[in-house]
């Protein structure tokens, strides 16, 4: 049995992703950059915002971006979520009640946004707020291990005794590098392909996750 299971939030508990991925669309229309909804998951998607700045900056071939920017990623994101809803995973609530192994969150995201959305959603009782671990926390973000790695470390298992539960190839590359097993879930609108290239044992169905486990 696995001594941890270190999950991603946004897109493999939370349908979030999409939801972001729409407020950046809605920003980044503003400056005249026209990607789609696919375009920045295929770019920004399992990344830290500073990440995801930088790649947009240079997109827009700018040196830097404006000083309320931010403020407009976050505005735009407030809109996106109060007009579509948040919605957890279909399969999770029972996943997370079927699993009673030690569980923290490995995440990308604003800490901050992270715990209140798994408030939110009803979430946040299967973690508590002290395992939540965000790249804000660590040195580099995914792709690089450190999130995982600080996880593991605080929570008091050795890398090679921890399943990662992710939906973003940074996120997959980054648990792949900590040493540990990486289940990449591949449903809703993500791509199992790009998931099993990066080296995730793919599944679709958050259901099946207790059985993966085992």
């Not at 991925?21 to 229309?29: D, F, H, I, Q």
């Not at 992270?114 to 973690?127: P, W």
């Not at 040195?139 to 539960?165: E, N, S, T, Y």
Request: hydrophobic residues 45%; charged residues 25%; contains cysteine.
């Amino acid at each position: 049995m696995p001594a941890l299971l270190i999950f991603d939030c946004d897109g493999t508990l939370i349908d979030s992703e999409r939801l972001y991925n729409l407020a950046w669309v809605e920003v980044l229309g503003r400056y005249g950059l026209p990607w789609t909804t696919d375009d920045c998951a295929r770019r920004l998607m399992g990344r830290t915002l500073p990440d995801c700045y930088a790649i947009v900056a240079q997109a827009m071939g700018r040196d830097s971006l404006p000083d309320d920017f931010e403020d407009e990623v976050f505005a735009a994101s407030d809109r996106v979520f109060a007009r579509e809803g948040l919605q957890v995973i279909d399969g999770v609530r029972e996943a997370l009640a079927a699993l009673p192994h030690a569980k923290c969150i490995a995440s990308s995201g604003v800490y901050e946004h992270v715990r209140d959305n798994l408030a939110q959603t009803g979430l946040l009782a299967h973690f508590g707020v002290e395992r939540i671990f965000t790249a804000s926390m660590v040195a580099r973000g995914k792709p690089a291990p450190d999130v995982f790695l600080h996880a593991a470390r605080r929570m008091g298992a050795a890398p090679q005794d921890c399943i990662v539960i992710e939906d973003s190839v940074p996120g997959v590359l980054g648990g792949r590098a900590a040493g540990m097993r990486v289940l990449g879930y591949g449903g809703n609108h993500h791509d199992p392909v790009a998931l099993r290239a990066a080296g995730a044992e793919v599944f679709d169905d958050m259901r099946a996750l207790p059985a993966l486990i085992g």
